[in-house]
């Protein structure tokens, strides 16, 4: 029962374009929401975040959309760079459940020359 | 001076061996994960200290024993390995776990990859 979706395990676009990476959850308990990026034969690194309380943060290139009714967020880069080119991993946590962080699987970003 | 760093980066050991995973981080936080990366590439938390205090431990084989001897090290230890438990293994940190969300950045060692022949 996957409660974090991220149902797209890949997406290409050109360098200089705008990349819209989404996910979906099911918990309406989730208040709070992270995107983390992940190079291969590394960690994850924490790139941004968002609070329920909010339906938008912006940290320069990077901005990440939430909407609650829908249950969906959605994070967009722009410019995008070919360093972007990573997995991205969006998580959600809940203050009920201690904050444990729920993962969706990831999606592939390749960003074309 | 890597923030959180775990050892070895790659583990090849036969099934019914014992080994064991070290995780150290030198950013001062209090609360320290350990994550399974499975076939699907799905993070699932195994378990969680904050001040060397079992937070959040998820169903998982007895078979995994955590261990915590001070707030910067949350080794991993597992007894009698199937070929099951062939995964990439991640040792993460955060500030505070039970100071809310927003101390909730958790920040990752580099994985280790274990291989059960």
């Known amino acids: 029962d996957q409660q974090v979706k991220q149902n797209s395990p890949s997406l290409s676009v050109q360098e200089g374009r705008i990349s819209i990476l989404n996910c979906d959850y099911t918990?309406?308990?989730?208040?709070?929401f992270l995107w983390y990026k992940k190079y291969p034969a590394e960690g994850p690194t924490f790139l941004i975040s968002i609070s329920s309380i909010k339906d938008k943060n912006e940290d320069g290139r990077f901005t990440v959309f939430l909407n609650k009714s829908a249950k969906h967020l959605s994070l967009h880069i722009v410019p995008s760079q070919p360093g972007d080119s990573a997995v991205y991993f969006c998580a959600a946590s809940a203050m009920d459940s201690n904050y444990q962080l729920i993962w969706g699987a990831g999606t592939k970003l390749i960003i074309k020359p | 001076d890597t923030a959180v760093s775990q050892t070895p980066k790659y583990l090849v050991t036969q099934m019914g061996n014992d080994k064991s995973i070290k995780c150290e981080q030198n950013?001062?936080?209090?609360?320290m994960y350990w994550y399974k990366q499975d076939s699907k590439k799905f993070l699932k938390i195994m378990f969680s200290y904050n001040n060397k205090e079992l937070i959040i431990n998820e169903t998982v084989p007895n078979r995994f024993s955590p261990k915590s001897p001070d707030k910067a090290h949350l080794n991993l230890h597992i007894n009698s390995l199937e070929l099951g438990d062939s995964a990439v293994y991640f040792c993460a940190s955060s500030q505070d776990l039970l100071a809310g969300a927003g101390k909730n950045i958790q920040y990752f060692g580099a994985g280790t990859r274990l291989s059960v022949l």
């Open positions: 918990n309406s308990m989730f208040d709070y």
């Open positions: 950013l001062g936080h209090d609360t």
